[in-house]
Every structure is written in structure tokens, then in C-alpha cells.
């Protein structure tokens, strides 16, 4: 049995094949990426990594199955998945995901190639445990991987702790003790028992609370499109596979776009935080359905007539559109009376933070700070925007869409 200090859960005790586990060099990785990818810009104490992030998913899991009485093998394959759900990801966590996926087909929870062969593989068999068994359960599939990957999930009861603790924002406390223990599995479906609908509202609040604050910052958001924008150009100019980049570690890609020609400038930026400003942040009613559903190609077609119109280079400006509003957690699975009820059909104050949500959906366009004007009227008339001429500038009086860096 390994015991580690944890700044979240205290003691975490380790045992069995996830002790052996966390020495694997694919697990190892995850002391090098960040959890939150590029939010440290925004909040300079959240330099916590996936590594951590990974313990305490394994601890909560393992409190889960105590409650739930599931043990032996059954428990052994759970505990492997636990600490094994995020060795898939990429560098900066999700912020290059998707351009990685466009181009390999694969998620972060594609795993097979890691615990199929090499080190994990081994440790697993050494256990009597299925590499492929594992990965599935790390994909999502079958009962009892809902404890790691399904809507009612440890994963993110431990994320929205660790994340409130290390931003040092208070929105993202739960109470991760009553939830693991009030979770049962009712035919075949991981639900919460009797009596826990404020139980499971209030970790709906704090993902809703966090979104705003921490996931979706302004900030966070354009060192995010940054970031992307740079790894596709680097994918784009240089021999890097995406194959190879999905592997790297943050410091690597750090490396890889400051000393490749083509992405220097973003690599300096980001490494400075000489970071883009907002040309335009618009409201969800304010934009039109074909930008909202924008796929990738429209959105670099979209840039590329705003920085005509604007009369920029086409890599000074970019366009953020987030995709429709979503609370995937709002059909976890409640006991009322005897009775299993989705959350989003037994709350109120869930469905309004389905409202909330839309409420709070902003498309950003970005660009250097001394083109900022420019991009905004031009990205008003390219994106046909309902703005009534009130874009986000340094320079303009507040307004509807006025710019609010003061409170970066």
C-alpha cells in the first residue's frame, strides 16, 4: 500500500494494481499536464495536473464501491480504470482535443494503444485483469463503468473540488462524501437514493457556477483559441504527426510552437501572456443560426473574410464559437419515492440553470490589441451580428458588448 498527501482528499491510500500502476510511465505523463490547460493565465495558483487529478478520482471511486458493495475482481477493474480514465489526454488537457480528433479520429478516452501494450499492459496482466476490459471501461462502456465516465461520475465530483480549491474560487464546493455514499445502482442505472435532489442540485450549481468564472473566462477562452489555432498551424508546417503531438506532454508542445518558425509568435505570446483581446463578445440572440452551427471549415472561412474586410493578416484573427448549451448531468438519475426521475424533470432550479446557460453563451472574435476596432467592425459585418454598433473595444464607451479586461 502506497499513502499520498493529498491537497484535496488529505491521505489517499493506494493499493492493489493501482499502486503499481502509478509508477507506469504513461500515468507518470500526467504530472505534466495541466488540468485546466492555459486557465493559469487567469488564475496564476491552478497549475494542478491530471496526475493528482487521476488519485483522486481512484479515491473517490474506491469509497463508491465500498457503498455500492461491489469488491474483488469487479472492484480491481474499476480501481485500474479510475486511475488510468485520463492518460489519453493530450497537452493542455482539452484545449487541443478537438483539433487532435479531427485528425486522428480518436478522443481521450481512446485509450486501447496505451493499456493494450507496454508497461500498463503488463502491470494489468500481472493483476489477472484485461487490458481491452479496461479500456472499455475507460470509453464508458458497460455497467459499472458509469462510476468513472457516466453522468453521476466521481471523475467530475473530483474535478469541481480540485479546480474551486486550486483557482481559489468557492463556487465548485460539493459535498463528494454524501455523494458517494448515497449512490446505488438501480437496473443496471447509477442513481442517487432517495432524498438527494438537492444533493445532486448542488453539483449542478457548482458546474454552473465554475463554467462562467473558471472554464469559460474570457481569458481562458482566447489563450485557448490561441493555443489551438498555433497546434493546428504546427500540425499544418512542421513533420510533427498528430499522432506524436496527441502523445507529447505540455512542456513539449510548449517547446514545439516557440521554436518552429511558423508558430513562434503564438509560442511568445502564450509563453508571455501577450495575449489577443476581444474584438467582439456576443450574445447568443445576436447570432445568426449559420454562425452558431459553424463547423470547422465555415469558422476559417468566416476569419479569413473578417481579416479582408479588416485588413489584417488572416492569423490575427479568430473566431470562438462555442457549441450549443449543454448540461449532460441533468439526466442523472434520482430516487423519488420509489420511483427513478431524471434531475432536469424533477427540478426547477436545474431547469433554470438550463436557461442560465444560454444566458450565458458569448461568441468571441479575437485579435492584437492595436486591431482590435478593426476586426470588431468587420467581424460585425461578416458574421452579420445584431450589435447595434456597440463592439467590445479599449476604446469604446461600455455597452452591451462592452469590454470588460478591467477585471481580468
Known amino acids: 500500500m502506497t499513502t499520498i498527501k493529498d491537497s484535496v482528499h488529505d491521505h489517499i491510500e493506494v493499493t492493489g494494481v493501482a499502486a503499481d500502476l502509478v509508477d507506469t510511465p504513461p500515468v507518470q505523463r500526467l504530472r505534466r499536464i495541466k488540468q485546466l ?74 485509450v486501447d494503444d496505451l493499456l493494450t501494450d507496454g508497461r500498463v499492459a503488463e502491470v494489468l496482466e500481472s493483476h489477472g485483469l484485461d487490458p481491452a476490459n479496461i479500456a472499455s471501461l475507460v470509453r464508458g462502456e458497460g455497467e459499472l463503468a458509469q462510476l468513472v465516465a457516466g453522468e453521476l461520475d466521481v471523475d467530475r465530483m473530483d474535478y469541481l473540488v480540485r ?141 479569413a473574410d473578417i481579416a479582408a474586410d479588416a485588413g489584417v493578416a488572416p492569423e490575427n484573427v479568430v473566431l470562438d464559437v462555442q457549441g450549443q448549451p449543454s448540461m449532460r448531468e441533468s439526466t442523472t438519475g434520482v430516487l423519488v419515492n420509489g420511483e427513478v426521475r431524471r434531475l432536469d424533470e424533477q427540478s426547477t432550479l436545474v431547469r433554470a440553470l438550463q436557461v442560465a446557460q444560454r444566458e450565458q453563451w458569448r461568441l468571441g472574435v479575437y485579435a492584437p490589441a492595436d486591431s482590435v476596432e478593426s476586426v470588431g467592425q468587420a467581424a460585425e459585418r461578416v458574421l452579420g451580428l445584431k450589435t447595434d454598433g456597440a463592439l467590445i473595444s479599449e476604446v469604446n464607451t461600455p455597452g452591451r458588448y462592452a469590454s470588460l479586461e478591467e477585471f481580468e
Open 163 to 303: 479546480d474551486a480549491h486550486h483557482t481559489g474560487v468557492p463556487y465548485g464546493t460539493i459535498d463528494t462524501g454524501r455523494l458517494v455514499r448515497e449512490l446505488t445502482f438501480i437496473d443496471g442505472d447509477l442513481v442517487l437514493d432517495e432524498g438527494n435532489v438537492q444533493t445532486a442540485e448542488s453539483l449542478l450549481l457548482a458546474r454552473a457556477l465554475m463554467n462562467p468564472t473558471v472554464y469559460s473566462h474570457h481569458v481562458a477562452r482566447i489563450s485557448k483559441s490561441m493555443l489551438r489555432r498555433a497546434t493546428e498551424t504546427l500540425l499544418d508546417t512542421s513533420e510533427i504527426s498528430a499522432a506524436e503531438l496527441r502523445r507529447m506532454d505540455d512542456y513539449e508542445l510548449a517547446v514545439a510552437l516557440r521554436t518552429h518558425a511558423e508558430t513562434a509568435e503564438f509560442g511568445r505570446r502564450l509563453a508571455d501572456r501577450d495575449l489577443f483581446k476581444r474584438a467582439v463578445w456576443a450574445e447568443m440572440g445576436d447570432v445568426d443560426a449559420d454562425v452558431i452551427g459553424a463547423d470547422h471549415d465555415d469558422v476559417r472561412a468566416f476569419e
Open 37 to 110: 490547460g492555459t486557465v493559469h493565465l487567469v488564475y496564476p495558483s491552478a497549475n494542478h495536473t491530471r496526475f493528482e487529478h487521476s488519485l483522486g478520482v481512484y479515491h473517490l471511486a474506491d469509497r463508491a464501491l465500498d457503498h455500492v458493495e461491489i469488491g474483488g475482481v469487479q472492484a480491481e477493474r474499476v480501481r485500474a480504470a479510475a486511475i488510468l480514465h485520463d492518460v489519453g489526454h493530450s497537452p493542455y488537457s482539452h484545449n487541443v482535443e478537438g483539433v487532435l480528433e479531427r485528425r486522428t479520429g480518436k478522443r481521450h478516452d481512446d
